[in-house]
């Protein structure tokens, strides 16, 4: 019944290693994103795809790979993990017709608290 | 570009206060949405609100209320008769309409704390 999951919901790991988050969607929604919350609370777009495809991708390292199954699912791959990479990512998900972006409520998963010793 | 200032970062009232939370954003889009979710201390992300470009009909649900205003570019958010579940962080947050597939540029967010 849950509509956007996340899994783990804790991740603690040494630095330098590799580490995937996965995320699933019960809405039938198109879109899929991923957010990173630093420490501060802040909350920045990291990816976005839409049936599949790769929508958005902002300035990321491309150390992080998100990688889309099917448009249910919405998985985030970190190789050489970084101290600076502590913090909380949310998946969310929307439907997002063509030609009407924007318009549609994101609905979020939980999210995935990261810790890098 | 698009910008989002949520500019008090702490908001501290006794229950039964009102309570309003301000934000103002920056964008060169004539079709955008604007939208408010609360984190409670439990972390999850929880949609409030959506509210057009279009659509400045102000919004009450419940003890929430929205106020929305093109004309400063302002979208506050009211909770009237503040309880201490109310105590969470507040975020206000934008989308454009075209060419952003939805990107949702997010405030710093508020934090309030309702104590008894």
């Known amino acids: 019944d849950t509509a956007v999951s996340q899994t783990p919901k804790y991740l603690v790991t040494q630095m330098g290693n590799d580490k995937s988050i996965k995320c699933e969607q019960n809405l039938g929604h198109d879109t899929m994103y991923w957010y990173k919350q630093d420490s501060k609370k802040f909350l920045k777009i990291m990816f976005s795809?839409?049936?599949?495809?790769?929508?958005i991708n902002e300035t990321v390292p491309n150390r992080f790979s998100p990688k889309s199954p099917d448009k249910a699912h919405l998985n985030l791959h970190i190789n050489s993990l970084e101290l600076g990479d502590s913090a909380v990512y949310f998946c969310?998900?929307?439907?997002?017709?063509?030609?009407?972006?924007?318009?549609?409520?994101?609905?979020f998963g939980p999210g995935t608290r990261l810790l890098v010793l | 570009a698009q910008k989002v200032t949520q500019a008090q970062t702490e908001i501290s009232v006794v229950e039964k206060e009102d309570v309003t939370l301000d934000c103002v954003y920056e964008t060169r889009d004539t079709t955008y949405y604007l939208f408010w979710y609360k984190q409670p201390p439990s972390g999850e992300l929880v949609f409030l609100i959506r509210?057009?470009?279009?659509?400045?009909q102000n919004e009450i649900s419940g003890r929430y209320s929205w106020n929305f205003q093109k004309s400063t570019s302002s979208f506050n958010f009211t909770i009237t008769a503040s309880q201490v579940v109310d105590s969470a962080v507040y975020f206000c947050a934008l989308s454009d309409a075209l060419g952003s597939w939805g990107k949702l540029q997010f405030g710093a967010g508020t934090q309030v704390v309702v104590t008894p």
């Open positions: 509210r057009n470009s279009f659509d400045e």
């Open positions: 969310a998900s929307s439907l997002i017709p063509p030609g009407l972006a924007g318009q549609e409520t994101q609905y």
């Open positions: 795809y839409n049936n599949k495809e790769l929508i």
